[in-house]
């Protein structure tokens, strides 16, 4: 497997491609502003080669030169709901912490972190019981 495309917005790597109609809604939620007209800034990423990657995996693949905060999976658990809970990988406090946020919901945690706004564990700590952040 290759390394992933070094950028400056975080990356959203698809690692399940069971569902084309799911990816599809997950891309026109990601481009859609939010209410108050706010986008997470992402790179998306689907290619097969990183299909059923693990987390722990793709930590392994990101670039030296990749400076984001985060890395966010498209996975089979995205995919599968119609929330489309992304799994977002914390890169900078506890590296490779984890939490789901509803694909709508990604741009708060992506701009407030690639500000330092905010730490990773703020919205770990506002996710439901579910561990899925819904926004505040």
């Known amino acids: 497997m290759t390394q992933f495309p070094c950028t400056l ?3 959203v790597v698809r ?26 800034n992402v790179t998306l990423v689907s290619d097969r ?5 693990t987390p722990a995996q793709a930590l392994d693949l990101i670039p030296a030169e990749y400076q984001h ?10 995919v599968a709901s119609a929330e489309l809970p992304l799994l977002v990988m914390d890169r900078r ?17 992506e701009n407030n972190l ?6 990773f564990e703020e919205f770990v700590g506002a996710a439901d019981d579910d561990g899925v952040f819904r926004g505040f």
């Open 114 to 119: 690639s500000g330092a706004n905010m730490d």
């Open 15 to 40: 690692t399940d491609f069971s569902a084309d109609g799911a990816w599809d809604a997950l891309r026109a939620a990601l481009f859609s502003p939010s209410k108050d007209g706010f986008l997470a």
């Open 49 to 53: 080669q990183y299909e059923g990657l």
């Open 69 to 78: 905060p985060l890395l966010v999976l498209a996975d089979f658990i995205a």
């Open 93 to 109: 406090g506890e590296h490779g912490r984890c939490v789901r946020v509803v694909t709508a919901e990604l741009w708060s945690i």
């Open 9 to 11: 917005e975080a990356l």
